[in-house]
């Protein structure tokens, strides 16, 4: 492993790699924010899943943004295999000096090979022996829910000598001015404007992560009782609009769901007009930070160091059970987490108000 730093003033291209989720990626944006302002005279491209794209499209140190279809895999072996070749064309096309792969799986690892750039930088890991020169740096992560995911992405930087400064790691998701326009029009069908409503999003995709359908209306019922006025929102899945329903159907106040009736950029506008944003472990938490949307959020089995709200007024709300966190699909594997069950209304709400105090 070398020790040497590069040579930013070299630079002309950059593609930096993030084959993950969409909270994943999004969490990736301060590394964009800290190369356009120490390589200011660089072309800075990413490459993600065609389906998380959202979370950076937008961004403004971003040139180009490249994405792999998972819909690819549809196409047949031949089918495949062209649009792959294709991809890998335009990459080649581009000409990269400094490759960055911040996922520890062998594709990030076979393009730094194929590119053929100066320097590439890629998470220290078992890569096997036809990908151990891949890289000319790699660093070192720290497991264990004991530093935070950007910061890990911001390791990789420093690494290769660009320390970011405090102004460049902070998270960039941009909604853009049509996604704002139709958002503000959901809003006003539903008799409601930016700055009035607390916006709470129950669940998650994983449903391990989600607190109790019986707890979350109680929440949401005690809100509205205070004279809150509360926006639901969900992805549209039918487990999750399946979980929105059974909590609805609980509520003694009538609440506005947008739940299913969002793009990922209406949802980020939604959010980022939000007085206070509710939800647990889930990219709309993440969406949160990005948006400076004051933010509580329930955990359970995942950890809150290394994947909690970043740099906006909130509080994480966890059980302190010897056993969390335990990263598992809920206790024994049973998509049920006793730490999210055993999390109680009074406990959030005295979040909610710490919060609320707090950006008065």
């Avoid at 031949?78 to 096309?93: D, H, I, P, Y």
């Avoid at 390791?155 to 460049?168: C, H, N, S, T, W």
Wanted: aromatic share 6%; glycine share 8%.
């Amino acid at each position: 492993m070398l020790n040497d730093t590069i040579d930013l003033a070299s630079l002309r291209r950059v593609l930096v790699i993030k084959l993950r989720h969409h909270g994943d990626v999004l969490l990736t944006s301060p590394v964009f924010s800290a190369l356009q302002a120490q390589a200011p005279h660089a072309e800075i491209d990413a490459l993600v899943y065609h389906d998380t794209r959202e979370m950076l499209s937008l961004h403004p140190g971003i040139c180009q943004l490249h994405t792999i279809d998972r819909g690819w895999k549809k196409l047949g072996p031949l089918g495949q295999l062209r649009a792959e070749w294709g991809l890998l064309s335009r990459l080649r096309a581009r000409r990269y000096d400094l490759v960055i792969t911040l996922t520890e799986h062998n594709r990030g690892a076979w393009l730094a090979r194929w590119l053929k750039p100066r320097w590439a930088v890629g998470p220290s890991g078992p890569y096997g022996r036809f990908f151990k020169k891949s890289f000319s740096h790699r660093y070192l992560t720290v497991p264990g829910n004991r530093r935070h995911t950007i910061e890990i992405h911001l390791d990789a930087l420093r690494r290769i000598g660009v320390y970011p400064a405090e102004d460049q790691r902070a998270l960039t998701l941009v909604p853009g001015a049509n996604a704002e326009e139709t958002l503000r029009a959901k809003l006003a069908e539903r008799g409601l404007a930016s700055g009035a409503y607390i916006l709470v999003h129950p669940t998650s995709r994983w449903s391990f992560k989600s607190w109790t359908v019986e707890n979350m209306a109680e929440l949401i019922d005690a809100l509205s009782a205070r004279g809150q006025r509360v926006v639901l929102s969900a992805a549209p899945s039918e487990e999750e609009l399946a979980m929105v329903a059974a909590i609805e159907s609980r509520l003694q106040y009538p609440v506005a769901s947008l739940a299913g009736q969002l793009s990922l950029k209406e949802l980020a506008a939604a959010i980022g007009g939000a007085r206070l944003y509710i939800g647990v472990d889930s990219v709309p938490m993440h969406i949160a930070s990005a948006m400076r949307t004051p933010c509580v959020a329930l955990f359970g089995p995942s950890g809150d160091i290394e994947w909690g709200p970043w740099r906006t007024p909130h509080r994480v709300v966890r059980a302190d059970l010897p056993c969390r966190p335990c990263g598992n699909a809920g206790c024994g594997g049973g998509w049920r987490s006793a730490c999210l069950e055993t999390i109680s209304v009074r406990q959030v709400l005295d979040a909610v108000d710490a919060v609320l105090e707090e950006t008065a």
